[in-house]
C-alpha cells in the first residue's frame, strides 16, 4: 500500500504533450495534495559520431543539460497550473520505461503525455503506457485529447478484480472533481453465447439485459455507499467496450479501465480495450491495475 504522500510522477521527454501531462499531473497533485515528481531519462548513445570529437564524459553532460533543459520548461507548465505544489525534477540515465517503472513503486501515480520525440511519435509513448501498464506498481495516466472540464468521470465496468481497482480509483477521482460518474458495462452476443451456451436465436436479449443490470448494480452497490457525494450514471450497452467508451469520453475529463488481460508477453498483459485506448481515447486516460 502506498503511503498517503506518494508522489505522483511524470515522464518529461521535451515534447509538447509532456507539457501537457505536466500540467495535468500538477493540477491532480493538488487535488491529492501530495508532492509532484517530473523526471527524465536519457541513454547514451551506442555508437560514435564520425563528424563531431566528444569524449563519454561530455555527451553524458550534454544529454544531462539537454534533459535540465527539459525538465526545467516542463517544470514552468506544471508551476503555472498548480503553484501551490511541491515539485522536484531528476535526470537519470537509463531507459524511459524502466525508470518509470522503478517509480511506480513509490508513485501514488505515473503520468506520460499522447506523443513523443521520435519517428513514430505516437507509438513511441504508446508501447510505454502499456508496458507501464502491464509491468507498473501504480495506475497510469496517459494525457491525450481535450478533457471536458464538467463533464463526468466514466469508467468501464466488467466484473473482474481490475474492474474493481477502477471503481475505486473512479469513484474518488470523480468525488476529488466534485464530477458525477458513468459506470458503463458492455455486452455482446458473442459474450453472452458463450455464457448461456445457447445461439442468439433462442436467447431472451431483455433477460440478458436485466441480468447485466443487476450485476452492475451489485458492483456499484458498495462503492456509492462510500462515496455518497457522487452521483452515478449506469449505462448497459449491447455493444463493444471500446466503442462505448469512446463515444461517452468524448464529453468525458477522464476515462477509467482496468488492465485487464493475461499472457506471456508484455502486450498480452493487457486488454485488447486498454490497448486500444490508449491511441485513441478522446481524454485522459487512467489504466488502473488490481493491487
Not at 508477453?265 to 491495475?289: E, K
Request: charged content about 20%; proline content about 6%.
Amino acid at each position: 500500500m502506498k503511503a498517503p504522500s506518494a508522489p505522483i510522477v511524470v515522464g518529461v521527454d521535451g515534447s509538447s504533450s509532456a507539457l501537457a501531462a505536466a500540467a495535468w499531473a500538477a493540477q491532480e497533485a493538488a487535488r491529492h495534495k501530495v508532492p509532484l515528481r517530473l523526471v527524465h531519462a536519457y541513454v547514451l548513445p551506442v555508437r560514435g559520431y564520425p563528424e563531431i570529437i566528444l569524449t563519454g564524459n561530455e555527451i553524458r553532460q550534454a544529454l544531462e543539460q539537454l534533459g535540465h533543459d527539459k525538465l526545467d520548461e516542463a517544470l514552468a507548465a506544471a508551476r503555472a497550473a498548480a503553484p501551490e505544489v511541491e515539485m522536484t525534477t531528476e535526470v537519470v540515465c537509463c531507459g524511459s520505461v524502466s525508470l518509470l517503472i522503478e517509480e511506480s513503486k513509490t508513485a501514488r501515480l505515473v503520468v506520460v503525455g499522447s506523443q513523443g520525440l521520435g519517428t513514430v511519435t505516437g507509438m513511441i509513448v504508446g508501447s510505454t503506457a502499456l508496458a507501464l501498464a502491464a509491468h507498473g506498481k501504480s495506475p497510469v495516466v496517459v494525457v491525450r485529447g481535450a478533457a471536458v472540464p464538467d463533464g463526468p468521470v466514466v469508467v468501464g465496468v466488467d466484473g473482474s478484480p481490475t474492474s474493481e481497482a477502477a471503481l475505486a480509483f473512479a469513484f474518488e477521482s470523480a468525488s476529488m472533481r466534485g464530477a458525477p460518474l458513468t459506470a458503463v458495462m458492455c455486452w455482446t452476443d458473442f459474450m453472452v453465447e458463450g455464457a448461456y451456451t445457447a445461439s442468439r436465436f433462442t436467447v431472451d436479449w431483455s433477460q440478458v439485459e436485466g441480468e447485466e443490470r443487476r450485476l452492475l448494480a451489485q458492483r456499484l452497490a458498495g462503492w456509492q455507499e462510500k462515496y455518497p457525494d457522487v452521483r452515478v450514471h449506469p449505462v448497459v450497452m449491447r455493444d463493444r467496450p471500446v466503442r462505448a467508451l469512446l463515444r461517452f469520453g468524448a464529453e468525458a475529463q477522464l476515462v477509467v479501465v482496468g488492465s485487464h488481460g493475461h499472457g506471456g508477453f508484455a502486450g498480452m498483459l493487457l486488454g485488447s480495450t486498454s490497448q486500444a485506448l490508449v491511441y485513441n481515447a478522446p481524454c485522459p486516460l487512467a489504466i488502473v491495475r488490481p493491487d
